[in-house]
């Protein structure tokens, strides 16, 4: 029998078994909230009670019937789309210029692009505020663009550039030594190779943005409120079972963004291996 194959020991089955039953009881802590919530998005009652006293879809049409929940869903796409644009731009030729870039200030420079992921929202939040504020971008769409595009930036940068961990750069050497464009080189060449890097960056950038409140807090206008500042507005003025069904909504949107992460990640290794190979 190969080694491989070889059976399990006592001491390995219950080591197993015990890692299993661990992961188990974190996956039901973490996911607990979220079940909660969703039965009560399909509840009759108009209040947040349990046992449901029946079944309706009543609070999805509400979500749906309803001009404020709608501009409030068209506003997060809006603002999501176009900040997602930006960021792609930006975090792709932050991503190469730091890749073939040299220079002991190399790591200063990335830890200050990547500063939105760590400095806490408040403070980001503020900070924009005040250096929008003299320039007359709170309370617009532009404002708001700019502000997710800097959140959202950095999530491009950091899968773009692990992306191009297993790039070879002798590739873009060769196109530019047959007479090709930068421009030409970048379409032909890079692009395909950091596509699924790019998408992935992508998407974490969109779901940044459509998740995002603290910002739009201080930032929008009456006109630019997102579904999440929508969210927070009602669980603090009247606590209404239509939030419910928004949380399943936003709950479905992010389990689709992740399951498409994983298939982006999963087709990046089988290229990458391609190449390599």
């Known amino acids: 029998m190969s080694e491989n194959h070889a059976p399990r020991t006592p001491g390995q089955r219950a080591a197993w078994l015990s ?3 661990v992961a188990s009881l974190v996956l039901v802590f973490l996911m607990a909230p979220i079940l909660a919530i969703m039965p009560l998005s399909f509840s009759s009652g108009a209040y947040l009670t349990y046992p449901l ?8 049409e509400d979500f749906l019937n309803s001009p404020r929940w709608m501009l409030s869903l068209k506003n997060s796409i809006i603002i999501g789309v176009a900040s997602t644009a930006l960021s792609m731009v930006l975090g792709t030729l932050a991503a190469l210029g730091l890749a073939q870039w040299k220079s002991k200030f190399k790591t200063v420079v990335l ?6 992921v760590v400095v806490p929202g408040v403070i980001t939040a503020v900070g924009l505020y005040f250096f929008f504020a003299p320039l007359g971008l709170t309370g617009s769409y532009a404002g708001l663009i700019l502000a997710h595009t800097a959140l959202a930036t950095p999530f491009v940068v950091i899968t773009v550039s692990a992306t191009l961990q297993g790039f070879d750069m002798n590739l873009a050497r060769a196109s530019a030594s047959l007479g090709a464009s930068p421009l030409y080189t970048f379409w032909r060449v890079i692009l395909p190779l950091i596509l699924p890097g790019l998408a992935s960056g992508a998407l974490f950038a969109f779901a940044t943005s459509f998740d995002e409140v603290v910002v739009v807090l201080f930032m929008a206008g009456p006109e630019q409120r997102t579904l999440p500042r929508e969210m927070f507005s009602g669980i603090r003025e009247n606590i209404s079972p239509t939030i419910t069904a928004v ?12 399951a498409t992460l994983e298939w982006l990640r999963r087709r990046n290794e089988k290229l990458q291996g391609n190449v390599n190979g």
Do not use: D, E, N
């Not at 830890?111 to 939105?116: R, Y």
């Open 53 to 60: 006293p029946g079944v309706s879809f009543r609070w999805y």
């Open 111 to 116: 830890a200050v692009v990547l500063s939105p």
């Open 247 to 258: 949380a399943v909504i936003l709950t479905t949107i992010s389990v689709m963004l992740l």
């Open 19 to 21: 890692t299993v039953v």
